[in-house]
């Protein structure tokens, strides 16, 4: 048997500060007399005996102590059974008891050579695949598999209550010099919770690991083990369904929602459902509400509720507050299963300083730029992710394409995805560091941009990632081959600032910024846009929807209305946040959750079944989606009636014969013999109008089929006559 001397230097692994203890602990091959053999090696910590348990001869062999710290060492025969791990360790726990592990320095690397190389290449698309804690059995043995990224650390550790945040039990080995350290647990059940001490270079930090499944309820901040195979999908038909068809020429009207507060649980603490409940709660209404998706604000984890999810600490975690990652699973499977989409809220614009967070991983600045000009949001008081390095791109899109293959999300909306392009975002003159060419674009975040949308569409077709993009920036939506950044979809900022801006003022003078009404359909079609009303809508002061309208209560309820209708038969997709669609008074809080009750009032019923039946006109009618980004899907009728406050249009799908035509007035005053030209001859029939008495309106519609006379309107052969309501939207669709 070896002794001591010869073993190196040991300190390390006393401290709990090695960075390769396999080098020194489990099965060592020796031979002697001829004889292979192993020396098994264990440390023990504040344990004064231990034996090796070998299945070979069944008896337990007393290890020596060979040092006093608890280190042990027995010898075995070099067969199958030590060289796979087989072999286990026996301690005393007390009052006569044995302690059964097996050795956790005995197992294989779970790493290959080509997972390190596309690591360091930042290509490794399935790198959730291996990094965090993996349940698995090797060798016949099962246990949890861990992997973190820290190249920069002394030394790391698991630690948790299965070795009582003992730093020194369980070190983990540094994985050549990729920067990764990897450790298997064996005998380590699903459900654990753990974080990793990470010694740098002045000081022990335990973080939550950056690639975890699952995390403890906040404020706690441990991760925990978790298995994401258990969940049985249920969604194949929709999966298959959604990669052969092409989502862009669909019907799309997004249910924003924050799951926190679009319902309260009075019976739970902090007044939170679980997902499997909001499943079923969330998919109910948003069927009678005729919605096609439903857009879920961050449920990656988070420790500050108050941030509503969007300081991200847990990206690969959903989190803890609504349930397991099996609960979430099951909402989104729940939602597949009745025709709903899911669109997760996506932040990989910046991260919280929290200690057990990303910021100094490993004592440097690991995920984000060590200059504070490059690597902080002076506005959130939050950090930048360093897009130039490797592996942190790697991280941040294998962790989109982790949320499409285990969760099966529908898309992906980024978040500020303005403060990624430009280097000068929200930033005074002496504050940002130029490009390599002179320039304000952050070239580095354009190209993690683009690989994102390029390996998310490649991987998972028929997936949608949306920007959040509130600038010019050219090419957002358009593919990277013809010079765009990629996305499915933008955000269609100007149009929403635009038109509540127009809206918010009194009708008498909106004839006098008629141009911000029409302005948008100069650049409608440079973008496949989303017209967003959205949670930003809605906080921060501003008040709800209805509260910014202009009026009395008749007017506010009725411009309101007249909002929604222009939005719904506007060129580009759908997002309302929830509260809207009844007319909520109140600012959103998120503490206090959604005003349900406003619902014994007939206008907010009205305004409910307004939006639902604008969803159900717009998933009938084709020319209401089919071509909402070219121009060819629609055109004007009048747009220059600024005196009236009126502007007419026609939409139109894919087959000339699918058109309606629509007019909006923006005054209270009612137009009884209100012509407009139309596109053909024929009979037209009152399809819509935001105005009837089924939505608590003054109910000036038409009811008969309106026949269309000869008689030259707005440059066209053909015109109808109809009554236009006051603050009202009316549609007609010709008949055939």
């Known amino acids: 048997m070896h002794t001591i001397g010869s073993l190196g230097k040991i300190s390390d692994i006393i401290d709990g500060c090695s960075d390769n203890p396999s080098r020194f602990l489990g099965p060592h091959p020796i031979e002697a007399s001829g004889m292979k053999s192993a020396a098994v090696r264990a440390y023990l910590p504040g344990k004064d005996q231990a034996w090796l348990f070998h299945p070979g001869h069944g008896q337990n062999t007393p290890m020596k102590k060979i040092h006093p710290a608890g280190l042990f060492e027995a010898m075995c025969p070099m067969d199958g059974v030590t060289e796979k791990g087989q072999y286990q360790l026996r301690i005393d726990a007390g009052s006569g008891q044995m302690k059964t592990m097996h050795d956790p320095y005995a197992f294989p690397s779970f790493f290959t050579g080509f997972d390190l190389h596309l690591l360091g290449e930042g290509k490794h698309w399935s790198s959730y695949e291996k990094m965090g804690a993996h349940p698995r059995t090797v060798n016949g043995v099962s246990g949890v598999n861990f992997a973190v990224w820290a190249p920069n650390a002394r030394s790391v550790s698991v630690v948790g209550d299965f070795n009582d945040w003992d730093a020194r039990s369980h070190q983990m080995n540094r994985v050549g010099t990729s920067g990764i350290w990897e450790l298997f647990i064996p005998d380590m ?239 005074e003159h002496d504050q940002w560091i130029p490009n390599q060419y002179g320039g304000r674009e952050n070239l580095e975040a354009i190209t993690f941009l683009k690989e994102f949308n390029e390996q998310s569409h490649l991987q998972h077709p028929g997936v949608l990632t949306i920007a959040e993009e509130s600038t010019a920036w050219g090419g957002v939506s358009r593919p990277t081959f013809d010079g765009g950044l990629g996305f499915s979809l933008k955000w269609n900022m100007g149009w929403m600032n635009d038109t509540l801006r127009y809206m918010r003022k009194d009708p008498i003078y909106r004839k006098h910024h008629h141009g911000e009404l029409t302005f948008s359909l100069i650049y409608a079609f440079t973008e496949n846009f989303v017209l967003p009303l959205s949670h930003d809508e809605v906080v921060h002061g501003k008040g709800s929807l209805l509260d910014q309208m202009p009026g009395d209560m008749w007017q506010r309820f009725a411009n309101l209305r007249l909002l929604f209708s222009y939005m719904w038969t506007h060129p580009g997709k759908k997002l309302l946040f929830m509260g809207g669609e009844i007319a909520q008074w109140n600012e959103w809080n998120l503490e206090a959750g959604l005003q349900w009750d406003l619902l014994e009032w007939e206008s907010h019923q009205g305004m409910q079944k307004l939006i639902s039946d604008l969803n159900a006109m717009l998933v009938h009618e084709p020319a209401l989606y089919e071509d909402d980004f070219t121009g060819e899907g629609f055109e004007w009728i009048d747009c220059n009636d600024w005196q009236n406050s009126v502007i007419t249009y026609v939409r139109k799908g894919k087959n000339p014969d699918d058109f309606v035509v629509v007019a909006c007035n923006f005054t209270p005053n009612s137009r009884d013999d209100f012509r407009m030209g139309v596109p053909m001859g024929g009979n037209y029939r009152e399809v819509f109008n935001s105005d009837n008495s089924r939505y608590a309106g003054s109910d000036v519609i038409n009811t008969d089929e309106i026949a269309s006379q000869q008689i030259a309107w707005n440059g066209r052969e053909n015109s109808i006559q109809f009554r236009l309501p006051p603050l009202g939207t009316v549609v007609f669709r010709p008949q055939r």
């Not at 995390?215 to 990669?243: F, I, K, N, Y």
């Not at 997004?254 to 709660?281: D, P």
């Open 189 to 427: 059940a699903v459900g654990e919770k753990y974080k990793y001490r990470i010694r740098q270079a002045d000081r022990a930090v335990d973080k939550c690991d950056p690639y975890g499944f699952a995390a403890e309820m906040p404020p706690r901040t441990a991760s925990v083990v978790a298995d994401l195979s258990v969940h049985q999908w249920q969604d194949q038909a929709w999966m298959e369904r959604r990669g052969n068809e092409d989502q862009l020429a669909k019907p799309i009207s997004v249910y924003e929602v924050h799951l926190g507060s679009w319902a309260r649980n009075a019976e739970e603490e902090h007044g939170w459902f679980n997902y499997r409940h909001l499943a079923h709660e969330l998919v109910k209404y948003c069927l009678e509400q005729n919605h096609t998706h439903i857009e879920l604000m961050p449920v990656s984890e988070h420790p500050f509720t108050g941030s509503w999810g969007y300081q991200t600490v847990g990206y690969f975690a959903v989190t803890s507050r609504y349930g397991t990652p099996e609960d979430f699973m099951y909402f989104v499977d729940y939602c597949h299963q009745n025709g709903l989409a899911v669109i997760l809220d996506w932040v990989p614009a910046h991260f919280p300083k929290d200690d057990h967070g990303l910021r100094r991983f490993d004592g440097t600045a690991l995920y984000e730029h060590e200059d504070p000009r490059r690597g902080e949001h002076p506005d959130w008081g939050t950090l930048i992710f360093n897009y130039g390095r490797n592996e942190v791109r790697n991280f941040l899109i294998s962790n989109a394409l982790f949320l499409f293959d285990k969760y099966h999300i529908d898309g992906l909306r980024v978040d500020a995805v303005a403060s990624m392009l430009y280097l000068d975002y929200s930033r």
